[in-house]
């Protein structure tokens, strides 16, 4: 697993690349790049093309970036695969995230 | 050679508090001895002597020194096999060997670290250098130590955090022998729980929900739901309000990130419906009789549990038409998610081709923990792996028959009732329009007469009676719904659908509930009558047509009260019902 992090140009909006599984595994390094920008200023994107895997522990550290985040609704989670998107959906979390 | 020097392995000092431990020298060489002898002693350590692999097997077991200095060559038994038995009489406490020897090619070196030695150094060794492998070797084994303890602690704290687990949450589930269920947690703590209980009317309510992460942080989750979920069906909430009141609770304990995805399940006792619920988990299945077809999917349309504070649950919930025989299957996504060797998931597709392939075993939950053993042999375990199934069939329904307080139709106030003239207690609600669809008072008034009359054995039977006469009252009463409808092929659906719809849509109507109620020193009497705002039914051919007959799919509630009840009486124009029960202490 890892975690990179791609920063807008007018720095609004911080975009969180992930790759391999997405578990408890990364939590030390998921946690540790967002907390990096200052709570409740910046706009997420968790970029999950690289991604193949999103367990529970996972989508509650999406949570947790949600509460961190500018305003609950500024986190979007994209380019996740068929599976991911299918477990999000079964979490019914495109109520509380925007899924592209 | 015989031991020289010092008093050596025969009478070894116990190591005082100061000393650095107690280090044993294992050489033929009395020079090589005597030199690292100083050294060590220099160093703050007390020294023992052994002067060959055999001897230096001997002293270790007598004197469990910190750590030791092992030549290679020596007679009786060399370095390597002394090596080897010694770190396996050691177990998991971690004693560093450090070889010391003349041989300089690799191989020997590389064995030095096979055998199971921690570090080597070539002779004549280099005084400072050997003292800094002593040091970093004491570090590795501090640090050693300190994880055994923290680990031996966490542990004990476990089990001690299990036993109290285990009595909250699972002993107080009811666990009707007909319900199958395969709960392998991936830690001594799982994350998915299973709750089970009954409801007042004999409902049965299965809970089967799986929080974030597992071991012991994902268990404490269980504790506050166990409670709420037992208290709120045995006082016979509604599916959505034990709902809405675990994710409320939840929202309030846990942190952010940590939630309870669930599938609740509720078998009616009526025997003809079952209501569910799935909040991120995989689908619900229900199956025939025979656990090989698939007849519905409950989705997912729920949010997982503790996530917002204000979800309303009403709207996720499904109500089916079942057949006797059918089957719920609750599974957690460790089920689906379980991987083989080779890294690749069982998957749903596995789980519903296992399940058309029909089996010899009895149970789905059988069949299916037994594909899961061929496929996953002996790949490790990432998440917790649950299964349950519920079969429609009134055994898995609580016996309320058997629990009965004694029936006591003849159960007579003294003749001298002037005695107790006070001891007697009224009052009525009354719920109009909307609010017939927002409250259910059933559960709040026998908490009302629970409390003020403190009734328990007779708690049951008239929370059977009452509900069944208020559901009658609104059904059939405000709501002018035909319960032929229900006779019809998918008629149970039509009924709900359309019985939602006049809820939502109801503006006025009203149900009054008056419970008068008096003990005696001997028991008591209730009586609960209940008007609507309806235009009555037609009672008489309905109370003369019902029978226990399980083809007709309703009539069994009123025709259960009428047994329950010393009297029930129904007014013209049928909009009017007096239900008295009594019972004998």
């Known amino acids: 697993m890892s975690v990179k992090t791609t920063v807008s140009s007018d720095k609004s909006e911080v975009t969180i690349h992930l790759t391999g599984r997405f578990d408890f595994s990364t939590h030390r390094d998921f946690v540790g790049a967002y907390k990096e920008y200052p709570k409740g200023e910046v706009a997420f994107i968790v970029d999950l093309k690289g991604a193949d895997y999103i367990d529970s522990s996972a989508m509650g550290m999406l949570l947790q970036l949600r509460e961190y985040s500018k305003s609950n609704k500024d986190v979007r989670l994209i380019n996740g695969n068929d599976g991911i998107r299918e477990i999000l959906r079964i979490a019914n979390f495109d109520k509380l995230f925007s899924i592209a | ?585």
């Not at chain 2, 991987?339 to 998957?347: A, D, H, I, S, W």
């Open chain 2, 1 to 585: 050679m015989n031991m020289q020097g010092t008093s050596a392995a025969s009478l070894p000092k116990p190591p005082t508090p100061q000393s650095a431990g107690l280090a044993l020298i294992v050489d033929d060489e009395l020079s090589n001895r005597i030199v690292l002898n100083a050294l060590l002693k220099k160093m703050g350590y007390t020294v023992i002597q052994a002067i060959n692999g055999a001897e230096a097997i001997e002293c270790f077991k007598e004197n469990q020194p910190d750590i030791i200095f092992m030549d290679i060559m020596m007679p009786v038994m060399d370095g390597f096999d002394s090596t080897t038995r010694i770190k396996a009489l050691c177990g998991d406490t971690f004693i560093p060997i450090i070889f010391l020897t003349a041989m300089t090619d690799e191989k020997a070196l590389a064995r030095c670290v096979e055998v199971g030695g921690d570090d080597f150094l070539t002779k004549p060794f280099n005084h400072t250098l050997l003292r800094s492998k002593i040091r970093a070797m004491e570090r590795i084994r501090d640090l050693h130590r300190e994880v055994r303890t923290l680990l031996g602690q966490r542990e004990r704290e476990e089990e001690i955090a299990e036993k109290v687990f285990s009595g909250a949450v699972i002993a107080g589930n009811v666990m009707p022998e007909k319900l199958k269920t395969l709960m392998r947690p991936a830690a001594l703590f799982s994350g998915d729980v299973l709750l089970t209980a009954y409801a007042p009317n004999g409902d049965l309510n299965v809970l089967l929900g799986d929080f974030t992460g597992h071991g012991l942080s994902a268990a404490l989750g269980a504790l506050p739901v166990s409670e709420s979920f037992r208290a709120m069906t045995v006082k016979g909430f509604s599916v959505d309000q034990i709902l809405n009141e675990i994710n409320r609770k939840l929202h309030a304990l846990l942190p952010t990130g940590m939630f309870m995805a669930a599938q609740l399940v509720r078998i009616s006792h009526t025997m003809d419906n079952m209501i569910l619920c799935c909040c991120g988990m995989p689908d619900i299945l229900i199956t025939n009789s025979a656990g090989t077809k698939i007849k519905h999917r409950i989705p997912s349309t729920g949010l997982p549990l503790g996530i917002v504070p204000d979800t309303d649950y009403l709207h996720s919930i499904s109500n089916i038409m079942a057949d006797l025989g059918d089957r719920a299957l609750l599974a957690s996504d460790g089920v689906t998610e379980a991987r083989n060797p080779e890294g690749e998931y069982f998957g749903q597709k596995r789980l519903e081709q296992r399940l058309s392939q029909g089996t010899s075993q009895r149970s789905i939950v059988e069949s299916i923990a037994a594909a899961l053993e061929e496929f996953c042999l002996d790949a490790p375990q990432d998440d917790d792996i649950s299964l349950v199934e519920v079969p429609f069939l009134p055994e898995v329904l609580a016996a309320l028959d058997n629990e009965l307080p004694p029936a006591s139709n003849e159960a007579i106030a003294p003749k001298n009732d002037s005695s107790s003239p006070h001891n007697s207690l009224s009052f009525s609600v009354t719920l109009e329009g909307p609010r017939l669809l927002k409250t259910d008072p059933v559960p709040l008034l026998i908490n009302q007469i629970q409390e003020l009359e403190g009734l328990k054995d007779q708690r049951r039977v008239i929370f059977t009676i009452l509900s069944e006469l208020y559901i009658n009252a609104l059904d059939h009463g405000v709501l002018n719904l035909d319960s032929a409808l229900k006779a019809e092929p998918g008629g149970f659906t039509t009924y709900f659908t359309e019985r939602e719809k006049r809820l939502q849509e109801l503006s006025e109507g009203h149900i009054t509930i008056s419970i008068h109620s008096r003990l005696y020193p001997t028991g008591g009497e209730i009586i609960i009558r209940i008007e609507d705002s309806g235009s009555g039914f037609d009672y008489k051919s309905y109370i003369s047509n019902i029978k226990m007959d399980s083809s007709i799919p309703s009539g069994r509630g009123l025709m259960l009260t009428r047994e329950l009840c010393k009297s029930l009486a129904y007014s013209e124009p049928g909009n009017k019902v007096e239900a008295t029960y009594a019972w004998n202490n």
